[in-house]
């Protein structure tokens, strides 16, 4: 959490290699992202991270379970399988029922869910969210944090996310502040 400005969304840009740090270095798993060409950075953005925006980042020419299935698709799995995986996710998502629809014809708590899901499809070690329900109702939010939540722990992958929503902070391990493009120190145990 941080005011507007405070480098929220850079960090987990630089967090997931999209832009490099002023100063300091990414690793991932002993990796040094920032060592990394801009190609390298983005195989390993499609092959370990998932990432969830605020709103309207998914394809609106593109059904649900088309989106969700693109990472697979992208990492070289034929549509088919894809497809199957994604439909199975979006089945335990809650939105199976309109997966063939189109993402710019759902409302925004079924379009986020697909996003939840294309961010989570090929199981990837780190879940990146900023503001993941800044643009939905109370309960539609709570649906949507529950099912990044539950369904990161249960891939094992870590899950980041950016928040002005107390709510949604205390519901998560740890609460890390920023302010002026730099992290305080960490709150131990906000939950
Ligand atoms: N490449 C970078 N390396 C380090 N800090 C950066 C970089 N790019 C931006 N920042 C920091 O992030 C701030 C911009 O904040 P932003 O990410 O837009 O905020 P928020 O998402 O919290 O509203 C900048 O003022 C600067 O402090
Ligand atoms: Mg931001």
Known sequence: ?????????????????????DSGRVTLDGTDLTGL???RRSRLRLERFGIVFQRGDLV????????????LMLLG???????ATARELLDDL????????????????????????????HRPAVVLADEPTGSLDTVTGEVVLDA???????????LLVV??????????????????????APVAGAR
């Open 1 to 21: 959490m941080g005011p507007s400005g405070s480098g929220k969304s850079s960090l987990l840009h630089c967090l997931c290699g999209v832009i490099l740090p």
């Open 37 to 39: 060409s801009e190609a």
């Open 60 to 71: 609106p020419e593109l059904t649900l379970v088309e989106n969700a299935a693109l990472p």
């Open 77 to 83: 799995r034929s549509r088919q399988a894809a497809t």
């Open 94 to 121: 809650g939105v199976g029922d309109v997966a063939d629809r189109r993402a710019g014809a759902v409302s925004g708590g079924q379009a986020q869910r697909a996003a939840v899901a294309r961010a989570l499809v």
């Open 148 to 158: 990044l939540v539950g369904l990161t722990a249960s891939i094992g992958a870590a």
């Open 163 to 184: 928040t002005h929503d107390h709510r949604v902070a205390s519901s998560l391990d740890e609460l890390v502040t920023m302010r002026d493009g730099a992290l305080d």
